[in-house]
């Protein structure tokens, strides 16, 4: 059982760069999200789906895109990267938004932009 | 403005109790959630508190009181695998979560 993959696992970037994290999910979740972690502060979302075939923006979504096409598939674009999106990014699902129920996370991929 | 406190460090030793306290004002209130983070891998799911009082899973217990906004995780018996970060996040209004930044609990020998 593979949960939930994330791609790359790591890349260093240059600024102005188009990049896409992938990000698929084989447990049927509704609910998928986007995450970053920086030192010293909490995760934070970026964007989220409730559903295939919508999508929400979260805390900081500026600079970032996503897509949900299908349940399992959750990409998550850079359309020109810039040195303060140098993070570890993080995938996760659950079984629907709002439940009381646990986030499921991938293993994270982590970007350096320069 | 939402908030989530937890303290940035904790030192214990091996085979110790300790206790990781957050304290939150977000909101709403829609359910405490507490993630465990080893270095360099994703957070995992330990707890989740939505009443007050205390959870017990194993060596592992959460405590919640609404009315303080404060919650805390206690850890018994320590053991070296449970060097890792612990994650506080609450569920706010919205159902949004926020996430406090981290404990980073070291256990020494």
């Known amino acids: 059982i593979a949960g939930i993959t994330q791609a790359p696992t790591s890349q260093i970037l240059a600024a102005g760069r188009r990049m896409t994290l992938r990000c698929t999910q084989d447990?049927?979740?509704?609910?998928m999200y986007w995450y970053r972690q920086d030192l010293g502060l909490g995760l934070r979302l970026i964007h989220y789906s409730n559903t295939a075939g919508t999508t929400g923006k979260g805390e900081v979504p500026d600079g970032y895109s996503v897509s949900r096409a299908n349940t399992d598939d959750f990409p998550l674009t850079l359309a020109s990267a810039v040195p303060s999106q140098t993070s570890v990014y993080f995938c996760?699902?659950?079984?629907?938004?709002?439940?009381?129920?646990?986030?499921?996370f991938g293993e994270g991929s982590r970007l350096t932009v320069l | 403005g939402q908030n989530i406190d937890q303290p940035t460090e904790m030192t214990a030793t091996e085979g110790a109790i300790v206790q990781i306290n957050c304290t939150y004002q977000?909101?709403?209130?829609?359910?405490l959630f507490w993630y465990q983070q080893h270095a360099g891998e994703a957070p995992t799911f330990l707890s989740y508190?939505?009443l007050d009082g205390l959870e017990e899973k194993g060596r592992f217990s959460s405590f919640l009181s609404r009315s303080k906004g404060y919650s805390y995780l206690l850890l018994k018996e320590l053991q070296m695998k449970d060097s890792a970060s612990y994650l506080c996040?609450?569920?706010?209004?919205?159902?949004?979560?926020?996430w406090g930044a981290g404990t980073k609990l070291i256990i020494k020998p």
């Open positions: 508190n939505v």
């Open positions: 996760a699902s659950s079984v629907a938004s709002g439940n009381t129920g646990e986030l499921f």
């Open positions: 447990m049927r979740h509704n609910a």
């Open positions: 996040a609450v569920r706010d209004e919205n159902y949004q979560l926020i």
């Open positions: 977000t909101s709403g209130f829609n359910g």
